[in-house]
């Protein structure tokens, strides 16, 4: 069994650098994809995680809300890009590489996303709900943008862990 990996922690450098494509699909993906695995697993409310969450630029992720939405699927994104989306919802967000807060920020309510999975077979979804928020969350994390960075003002809308109210 493949071993957890420490969460790389805001502000190491990992976070803010663009992540390189994954070009071979090879037992080092499937190492690398195991691996996002049990540390995602290990994680509280974990629902996403991202390569550089591990210090590992490149780009795959892993997102699974199967535990708030039944009958989902987990999704191995490799190369994952958003093709289109719409609607605007506030929302409140976490993160793994940020541990003591959350915030309220605008998300799109659906995205369309392509991927190829850990064998190189390309995949296309409508995500909603949490799904597209958490699709979007770790993508940005492979483009080296965090939440934090999407939060209209971090006076008023960053919070430590557990405060309930969110902003209507």
């Known amino acids: 069994m493949t071993r957890s990996s420490r969460i790389v922690l805001f502000p190491e450098p990992v ?3 663009p992540c390189r494509s994954v070009a071979e699909f090879d037992d080092e993906l499937l190492s690398l ?3 996002l695995d049990h540390t995602m697993r290990a994680q509280r409310h974990g629902i996403g995680i991202a390569a550089p969450q591990i210090g590992v630029a490149v780009r795959v992720a892993l997102v699974d809300v199967s535990s708030r939405v039944p009958g989902s699927e987990s999704l191995v994104l490799v190369n994952p890009e958003i093709l289109s989306k719409g609607g605007v919802k506030l929302s409140r967000e976490g993160c793994m590489s940020l541990p003591d807060y959350t915030a309220d920020l605008k998300r799109y309510e659906w995205v369309v996303v392509r991927w190829q999975d850990e064998t190189g077979l390309f995949h296309e979804k409508k995500c909603e709900g949490i799904e597209a928020v958490c699709v979007q969350h770790e ?3 492979l ?3 965090l939440f934090l960075d999407r939060v209209s ?4 809308d960053m919070y430590p862990r557990g405060t309930k109210s969110i902003k209507k």
């Open 15 to 17: 976070l803010r650098a």
């Open 139 to 141: 993508v940005d994390h």
């Open 143 to 145: 483009n080296g943008v």
């Open 33 to 35: 994809v195991s691996r």
């Open 153 to 156: 003002c971090l006076k008023t």
